[in-house]
């Protein structure tokens, strides 16, 4: 499991350098840190939405879903994980085009594999899902992952702090968005998912 957890929660800024000279490849990023850390909200999401249901506020307002068709829907949450790192690592190469020091594709993805780790981090909370509490943790990841981003960027990238200040914000824009559009793609496969439990349940 990655060795930089710790280091990015504690001294982002120092361990950005240590990430930096390492020159990571993204086959290493994704089996010693992405594979575990997207585990934590699928899994979380898991043991949730089978074992207590999705609590909307009141008692009769919960939504559960079946032990297999769990399976089924994290399986899809966690490939979409996946590739939402592979997209936001694209992205962020994009962006960076007009800047000579811009990095490689794949040093790219790395950086967003980092950055993501206070979102997966945020989803222990999807355990016992009530939906405030999941909102307020992802919000908190959200803000962490921003801190990790505006620490990361210039150093990144070889630019001023005022150039990464004014990219971080338009990559967070963008990476909120997409956060947006897998939160939705997710709460579309858990509604299905309980839609296919309550029917299974009065046909038998």
């Not at 957890?5 to 950005?16: F, K, T």
């Not at 950055?115 to 962490?144: N, Q, R």
């Not at 990476?175 to 509604?191: H, I, P, Q």
Request: glycine share 8%; proline share 3%; net charge negative.
């Amino acid at each position: 499991m990655s060795n930089h957890l710790w280091g990015l929660l504690h001294h982002p800024d120092r361990e950005w350098r240590t990430i930096n000279d390492e020159h990571e490849t993204v086959s290493h990023l994704y089996m010693h840190h992405v594979l575990w850390m997207a585990l934590i909200p699928v899994v979380s999401s898991f043991i949730g939405t089978t074992q207590f249901g999705w609590s909307l506020g009141g008692e009769t307002d919960t939504i559960q879903v079946s032990f297999e068709t769990g399976l089924l829907i994290g399986a899809c949450f966690y490939l979409l994980i996946l590739l939402a790192v592979a997209a936001v690592g694209s992205i962020i190469h994009w962006l960076a085009r007009k800047f000579p020091s811009r990095p490689s594709r794949h040093e790219c993805i790395v950086f967003a594999g980092y950055i993501a780790t206070p979102m997966f981090l945020s989803g222990l909370f999807a355990v016992y899902p009530i939906i405030w509490v999941c909102a307020l943790a992802c919000i908190a990841g959200i803000c962490y992952t921003a801190y990790l981003l505006y620490q990361g960027t210039p150093n990144f990238l070889g630019i001023s702090n005022k150039e990464g200040f004014i990219l971080s914000s338009t990559m967070m824009a963008i990476g909120v968005l997409l956060l947006e559009v897998l939160l939705m793609a997710v709460v579309l496969l858990w509604s299905m998912g309980s839609e296919h439990s309550i029917v299974w349940k009065f046909l038998h």
